[in-house]
């Protein structure tokens, strides 16, 4: 580290040696290393270089074999993005100068590249760590014929050589150490053997996220624009450039080991790997990473104030903690996957021999004789099985009958696997295994488990943690042609590790373990877990019983179906799993083509709960989009409430019934004492429609003022008052009825700020239009609008606005309808209707959505006067507005409301989400103005804040990107550039907290710097 008084030292003794030596002149910056002195220089004609100056007892073999390499490679491949050495005005390459401490440096030149640091890169695609392969490829492949006696170097980072840091484990804590020391025991016993079988070549050695270069701005295509720092250049094994490139691209993103694949996908491409190279890869990554943070903890110790040397360190340690476990034949499949190899050598063949000898195999349980598995109940357990907990994050033994021979199938998504060790990211919706691969056989504690055909005991254990196998043995077995293949017995009772012992021979149908009570099973409902495999997976039982569902087709072929084990049918014991095009294919077969889904890629939603969603395969989406669900998703005293009057009656309003009437009664005692008389209906739609009628019949007048970019329904006459219809694409103006008036919006709007004064200013365009009306011999019937605008950009009208509207309407003869479906019943947190906010009394509320939580429930509640001149002799009738289901559903919703303080959280919870939304608007220039009240809250993007242009294509970027890390928002507003964020009133700080994470890592992604104009 410098401080500020040998910082301009170095840098005029630089600038000094650029002129002397050089014969340039320049400006130089300091740039962060952990031996040497770098510059990066400035020239006077804007030309940038880097100015190196190596540490004072630098080996100048080792300069000479970083110069002769890269002119090496300039030479043979001149359109790779690597350094130029640049020569002294005397020709030379280097040169040799006394530093301001009074030591002899070397001194030399290279180009400067142009990129981010791949660290600082976002986002880090498996695009673009397949660009990395592919130039790391054709480094390889450039530099196989290159030679220098200073390849041979005794180097610490060479990983054959990774043995150097088991003396200097002590400083690593105790955990720690011992999974270090696991890493290493494999590499010395099993990898380094290998590994010096292989050929070596000069290789870069350290292509790490600090010395490569890159280019994210266009996501499709992103480009790695350099590799620098030359200086760990050795002669090994070429997988060793791979495994080092390797250890710093899982250090980010979500999905490390896709970004792995892909990386070896592009390096594949140029330099085809062998499959030991492919074998070897994930273990000497493994390695890599264990030196790397072994340095770094003795490093801390002599350079405690050096942030440079522990920089990785944090994510390494993450990584190693997450994945060490992960068997390197699970990646090894996954890479084979990813290189369009065979993912098990000979699979197929494999499993069809096992399949042939189906129903030969001895039964696996001893249960009934005369019981048929095949006919036996299936038990659903998946997302959206009925037989799953209501809860979907919980397991109870409910679905389950101890007395009952059930069928747990494979491929099964289950929503059930919710224990830490099934976690791959730190939120409830990061990635986590969900996909059974085994098939269940649920049967009571005690049963006997039998060989199915003759075995030799390969392993067996006792794992007591929650969630985990319990007793579990895996057997190995051959097929009639010696085709070697494996089975696994998992949630066995305790007593099998005394039973069994590795190499016991079993016969076909012998007895050698019994399944487990739950005490001793991981904590499961007595039954059996029965998987079968291709490859053993070694001895310590790394055999994932649960997959991630990215990982199905690898799966299905290291793990395939062990329906015929069982002696069962294969489709039968399979879930069959829906994908997004084949739905796609059927929406659009059978809908209309302006059916919109939300987001580029569609959300498969199959279920939901509080502020989750569920995909088929159980991916878990935050919602903080939709408001229907305004007590949360599948909220159980509705799903009990609703299931009770459904088993009584469920009738229409010309029955007299007490829920209806406790409905009527709860609802209208939410509102002022004049807003006493109401109508249910089926939906917001219906009930502005009903509005309409009221007012016609109340004031004799057709004519309504509404507001711009206003949204009241999709029905003929609530089309004909939302301008965000009918001046839309495909829409025909407002008829001659319809009076539009501007939107109170105090950020873009005609009248700017959010002073009382600005909200009279929006007041004065109501008052025009009703005195034009007038000029015109007319009076409005109405002046409806939402008073926090929704789809015109989720506005917060500016004080007094809506008030002093409602007095001209009034004075002009009008009635004022407050459309609140999408604010009311506490989403503002402090105050139950939007209205109440402004200080204003509507004559009409319209209330929708929210009401029933999902059933279809709308409202409209007026005045009995206004009620009265409707009744002129046409009879109202609704056949299930407010059937009697829709009344209990209603009333659980308004009492949950209370029970669960949900306004008072909304309230909290927004303020807070507000307030780091406002601190993200202080970091990213693209956020033009943040606005909200409880958790109704927009946020809008602007090409432009000064000029306030709208950045829609940003919006959709956003929106589509958080969609990609499984947090839903939406975005509305006249140009389709506000983000609105409106989820169920059970969203909490920790999800405001996660929403407010990703949406600052998408607001810095590279893409949106191309969607916004700098000054």
């Keep these: 580290m410098v401080d500020g008084h040998q910082r301009a030292q170095w840098s005029a003794w630089g600038e ?22 770098n510059f990066l220089v400035r020239e006077k004609q804007g030309q940038l270089r880097i100015l190196k100056a190596m540490r004072p007892d630098c080996w100048s073999p080792l300069v000479d074999l970083q110069i002769r390499a890269l002119t090496w490679v300039a030479e043979r491949s001149p359109d790779l993005p690597v350094p130029v050495v640049l020569a002294t005005g005397d020709g030379d390459p ?36 397949q660009a990395l392969g592919a130039l790391l490829g054709r480094l390889d492949h450039t530099l196989a014929e290159f030679d220098h006696p200073a390849l041979d170097r005794n ?42 079988q292989l050929a070596a070549t000069a290789i870069h050695n350290d292509a790490n996220d600090h010395n490569v270069l890159v280019d994210v701005g266009d996501p499709v295509a992103p480009a790695v624009t350099g590799l620098i720092d030359f200086g760990d250049m050795i002669r090994a094994p070429a997988i060793c450039e791979l495994a080092v490139a390797g250890a710093y691209v899982v250090l980010h993103g979500d999905r490390p080991l896709d970004a792995l694949a892909a990386l070896a996908r592009g390096y594949d491409a140029v330099r085809p790997l062998t499959d030991e190279e492919v074998a070897l890869l994930y273990p000497l990554l493994l390695t890599r990473l264990a030196v790397s943070v072994t340095n770094a903890a003795v490093t801390k110790r002599q350079k405690p104030d050096d942030p440079y040397v522990t920089v990785t360190e944090a994510p390494a340690w993450t990584f190693l903690r997450r994945y060490q476990r992960t068997h390197p034949d699970w990646v090894r499949a996954l890479l084979n996957r990813a ?15 096992i399949k042939r000898a189906r129903p030969t195999y001895a039964p696996v349980l001893a249960l009934d004789p005369d019981l048929d598995l095949d006919l036996v109940r299936r038990l659903d357990l998946s997302v959206e099985g009925a037989d799953a907990p209501q809860d979907p994050f919980q397991l109870t033994n409910e679905p389950v009958s101890s007395s009952e021979v059930t069928i747990g199938r494979y491929l099964e998504p289950r929503l059930v696997y919710n224990a830490p060790a099934f976690a791959l990211g ?25 060989a199915p055909t003759d075995a030799v005991v390969c392993a067996v254990a006792y794992n007591e943690a929650p969630g985990d196998y319990g007793g579990v043995v895996v057997l190995a077995h051959r097929t009639p042609t010696e085709r070697r293949f494996y089975s696994l017995y998992g949630h066995l009772a305790r007593e099998v590790t005394e039973r069994l012992h590795v190499g016991r021979t079993l016969r076909a149908g012998e007895t050698f373990a019994r399944l487990g009570a739950e005490a001793e099973n991981g904590g499961w409902p007595p039954h059996l877990h029965l998987q079968l495999g291709l490859a053993p997976l070694g001895p310590d039982f790394d055999w994932p019983g649960v997959v991630d569902p990215d990982e199905i087709d690898v799966a299905k072929a290291v793990f395939p179906n062990p329906a015929a084990l069982l002696n069962l049918d294969d489709e039968r014991a399979t879930t069959p799993i829906p994908t997004v095009d084949d739905l796609t294919r059927r929406r659009q077969a059978h809908f209309g083509d302006n059916l919109s889904t939300s987001y580029t890629v569609p959300v498969v939603a199959v279920r939901g709960w509080r502020h989750y969603l569920f995909d088929p395969l159980g991916r878990t989406y935050l919602d903080a989009y939709n408001n229907v669900p305004h007590v949360g998703h599948a909220h159980p005293r509705i799903t009990a409430a609703a299931a009770r009057q459904l088993r009584l009656l469920n009738t229409n309003t010309r029955y007299l019934h007490p829920a209806r009437l406790e409905y009527a009664e709860a609802l209208t005692s939410l509102f002022p004492p004049h807003l006493d008389t109401c109508y249910l209906l089926n939906s917001a739609s219906e009930a502005n429609e009903l509005a309409l009628r009221l007012v016609r019949a109340h004031t004799g007048s057709k004519d309504v003022i509404t507001v711009d970019a206003g949204y009241h329904g999709h029905t003929a006459s609530a089309i004909d008052i939302s301008a965000y219809k009918f001046n839309g694409p495909g829409g025909h103006g407002p008829p001659d009825w319809v009076h539009v008036v501007p939107v109170a919006d105090p950020y873009r709007g005609p009248h700017r700020g959010r002073t009382r004064e600005t909200g009279l200013a929006y007041a004065r365009d109501v008052e025009v239009t009703v005195a034009r009306l007038a000029d015109e011999g007319r009076k409005p019937g109405a002046f409806i609008c939402e008073p926090f605008p929704s789809v015109g950009g989720q506005i917060v009208p500016p004080d007094g606005y809506l008030a002093a509207a409602y007095a001209a309407v009034r004075r002009g003869g009008g009635l004022c309808i407050a459309d609140e479906v999408q604010t009311g019943l506490g989403r503002l947190g402090g105050y139950r209707w939007a209205f109440e906010q402004q200080e204003a009394s509507p004559d009409i509320v319209v209330l929708g959505k929210p009401l029933g939580n999902g059933y279809p429930l709308a409202a409209v509640v007026t005045t009995r006067a206004i009620a009265s001149s409707f009744a002129n002799g046409m009879e109202f009738f609704s056949t299930f507005g407010g059937s009697t289901l829709a009344c209990v559903v209603g009333r659980e919703v308004l009492r949950i409301i209370e029970d669960e303080a949900l306004p008072a959280s909304a309230e909290a919870v927004g303020a807070h989400l507000l307030a780091g939304l406002r601190a993200l608007e202080t970091r990213h220039r693209i956020i033009g103005d943040v606005r909200g009240l409880g958790l109704f809250i927009g946020v809008d993007l602007v090409r432009d804040r000064e000029r306030r242009t709208p950045a829609t294509e940003a ?56 969607m916004v104009d700098h000054p």
């Design 16 to 37: 000094r040696l650029l002129r002397e030596r050089y014969g340039i002149e320049g400006r130089l910056t300091i740039l962060p290393g952990e031996h040497d002195r």
């Design 94 to 129: 280097t040169t040799t100068a006394t530093d301001p401490d009074g030591e002899s440096r070397i001194v030399w030149s290279i180009s400067h590249l142009p990129g981010a640091l791949y660290c600082d890169a976002r986002p880090k695609s498996a695009a673009l760590a």
């Design 155 to 196: 180097l610490k980072w060479d990983l054959r050589r990774a043995a150097w840091i088991r003396p200097h484990l002590t400083v690593l804590a105790d955990a720690d150490a011992e999974m270090v020391t696991s890493i290493l025991d494999r590499f010395e016993t099993m990898v380094r053997p290998r590994l010096e």
């Design 339 to 353: 290189l369009g190899r065979p993912i098990v050598d000979g699979g197929a063949t494999t499993i069809a021999q």
């Design 426 to 450: 730190p939120h409830p919706t990061s990635d986590r295994r969900t996909v059974h691969i085994g098939i269940d056989v649920f049967a009571p504690a005690g049963t006997e488990v039998r």
């Design 955 to 1010: 919006a959709k970027y956003v929106v589509d990107r958080l969609r990609a890390r499984r947090v839903l928002i939406g975005r509305d507003g006249p140009d389709a550039n506000v983000l609105k964020i409106r989820p169920p009133l059970t969203f909490g700080r920790s999800n405001a907290d996660h929403l407010l994470e990703a949406l600052d890592e998408v607001l810095s992604e590279a893409p949106l710097a191309r």
